[in-house]
C-alpha cells in the first residue's frame, strides 16, 4: 500500500484537474451508444477519486514521518461555514440556468444539456466556490503535516515542532504580512494560530510565518505541545 500511496503522491494535482475537461464530450456524445459517454464519465469519476485518493496518502505519509506514537495522531479537514456552501450552489445554479436559457438550441445543444455540462464543470473544476480551499491539517507527537490546495496546485509540508518558535493565536488582518503564509478555506476566517519559525528566513526559502485558521481553533490549540503556545 505505500508504493501505491507513494505513486499516487507523485501524479502533479494540475494534471488530475484537467480531468473535468472530459465532462464536455461526456454531455456532447450521450446521444450515441451509451458506451462512449461511459467510458468519460468513468475517467472523470477515475481523476476525482485520485485527488481524494492524493490526500488520505499524504495523511499516511505525515503518519509514517511525524508520529511515533499513531493513536494520538490528530486530523483536521478544514470546512468554510453552511451558508457559504449553500449560497454558492445557488449562485452557480443560476448561472446555469441562464447560459442554459441564453444558447437554447446553439452548437446542437438542448438547454438541458448546456445547463448539465455548465454546472457539472463547475462542480467538478471550480471546487472551490462550493467547499473553499482544500486544508488538512496532520498533528502527531513531534509535528504537523499540511496539504492545503487553493485551486490547481497542492502544497505540502512537514513540520517537526523543534522548528517551532512559537504559536499564537492572533485575529486575521485585512492584509496580513507578506512574511506570512496563510491557510485557510475561505477569505472570512477571523482568527488563527501564527507558527513563528526559530530560523529567521522562516520554514523554508518561500514559506516564512504560517497562519493556520480552524473550524475549532480551541481544540486545534490543545494539540501543540504547551511549551509552544504564546498568550
Known amino acids: 500500500m505505500k508504493r501505491l500511496n507513494d505513486f499516487i503522491l507523485e501524479i502533479p494535482f494540475l494534471f488530475l484537474m484537467k480531468v473535468p475537461y472530459l465532462w464536455l464530450p461526456a454531455v456532447a456524445f450521450y446521444t450515441l451508444p451509451p458506451v462512449v459517454s461511459g467510458i468519460l464519465c468513468g475517467l472523470i ?25 499513531q493513536p494520538a495522531v490528530y486530523v483536521e479537514y478544514v470546512r468554510p461555514p453552511l451558508l457559504f456552501i449553500v449560497r454558492n450552489i445557488g449562485l452557480v445554479l443560476l448561472l446555469s440556468l441562464a447560459i ?11 438547454g438541458l444539456q448546456w445547463f448539465v ?14 467547499f473553499g480551499r482544500r486544508v488538512t491539517y496532520i498533528l502527531t507527537d513531534r509535528g504537523l503535516g499540511i496539504r492545503y490546495v487553493p485551486q490547481h496546485i497542492d502544497y505540502r509540508l512537514l513540520i517537526h515542532f523543534n522548528e517551532i518558535r512559537s504559536i499564537q493565536r492572533v485575529s486575521m488582518p485585512a492584509n496580513p504580512p507578506q512574511r506570512w503564509t496563510v491557510f485557510t478555506a475561505t477569505d472570512q476566517a477571523k482568527e488563527g494560530l501564527l507558527l513563528l519559525p526559530k530560523k529567521l528566513d522562516g520554514f523554508s526559502e518561500q514559506i516564512g510565518d504560517i497562519l493556520l485558521a480552524s473550524n475549532d481553533l480551541d481544540n486545534l490549540i490543545q494539540k501543540f505541545p504547551s511549551t509552544l503556545v504564546r498568550g
Open 117 to 130: 455540462f455548465v454546472a457539472g464543470f463547475i462542480a467538478m473544476y471550480k471546487k472551490t466556490l462550493f
Open 45 to 69: 469519476l477515475l481523476g476525482l477519486l485520485a485527488m481524494n485518493w492524493q490526500n488520505a496518502a499524504w495523511i499516511e505519509k505525515a503518519r509514517r514521518e511525524l508520529a511515533r506514537n
Open 100 to 110: 442554459a436559457w441564453f444558447l437554447d438550441g446553439k452548437f446542437g445543444f438542448t
